[in-house]
């Protein structure tokens, strides 16, 4: 067990339709990352936040946002889903500056049908 | 993107050692992450290079070449359990993570 947690676990929706994906990090962890890992596309570093800064941002879709909140958890939110965002969607955690050991939560798999 | 490069399959013996290279554009580069992913579960970290040289942690290693563009992941005394994709990802440009494609290694009794 990392210390990440993820929710859901699983998720399908419809085209078209908006979801969001949470996660809570390591305790003390600063930094969360988000990434996608589709069959095709393998592992993609979509977002990066710091202490609830956006710190940097990868091969994101403008359909797609994120956010740090003041307890450091962090929602990827999917709008407008089509067929090729279904993926599993990873959530990483790290203590922050210095130390970039990460720890991955189990994932959310999302099948848009 | 930063042309991170690996090799796609390897295969080696248990108790064997294997040399996963991982080649990337030198502009921008800050660091350079090795993960290690079982078919089916989320990634696991290995190791974080950011200056030239071998790091060693038990018995996977990794090393960096800056001005060469170069990293390697050494696997020694190879298990079954050894297994897996092993990723290659670039940070560029401050914190920007760029992924190879994975390397799969099979271990054979």
């Known amino acids: 067990d990392s210390g990440v947690t993820q929710t859901p676990k699983h998720l399908i929706t419809a085209t078209g339709q908006r979801v969001t994906l949470r996660c809570s990090p390591r305790s003390g962890d600063l930094s969360v990352y988000w990434y996608q890992q589709s069959l095709d596309q393998g592992l993609q570093f979509l977002i990066q936040?710091?202490?609830?800064?956006?710190?940097a941002k990868g091969n994101i879709l403008e359909r797609f946002s994120a956010q740090q909140f003041p307890d450091l958890h962090s929602e990827l939110n999917l709008s407008s889903l089509e067929l090729g965002d279904s993926a599993l969607y990873f959530c990483?955690?790290?203590?922050?500056?210095?130390?970039?050991?990460?720890?991955f939560g189990p994932g959310t798999r999302l099948t848009v049908t | 993107g930063q042309n991170i490069d690996q090799p796609t399959e390897m295969t080696a013996t248990e108790g064997a050692i294997v040399q996963i290279n991982c080649t990337y554009q030198t502009s921008g580069f800050n660091g350079l992450f090795w993960y290690q992913q079982h078919a089916g579960e989320a990634p696991t970290f290995l190791s974080y290079?950011?200056?030239?040289g071998l790091e060693e942690k038990g018995r996977f290693s990794s090393f960096l070449s800056r001005s060469k563009g170069y990293s390697y992941l050494l696997l020694k005394e190879l298990q079954m359990k050894d297994s897996a994709s092993y990723l290659c990802a670039g940070v560029f440009n401050d914190y920007k993570l760029s992924f190879g494609a994975g390397t799969t290694v099979t271990v054979r009794a």
């Open positions: 990483a955690s790290s203590p922050g500056t210095g130390n970039y050991e990460q720890y």
């Open positions: 290079n950011v200056l030239d």
């Open positions: 936040y710091y202490n609830g800064e956006e710190r």
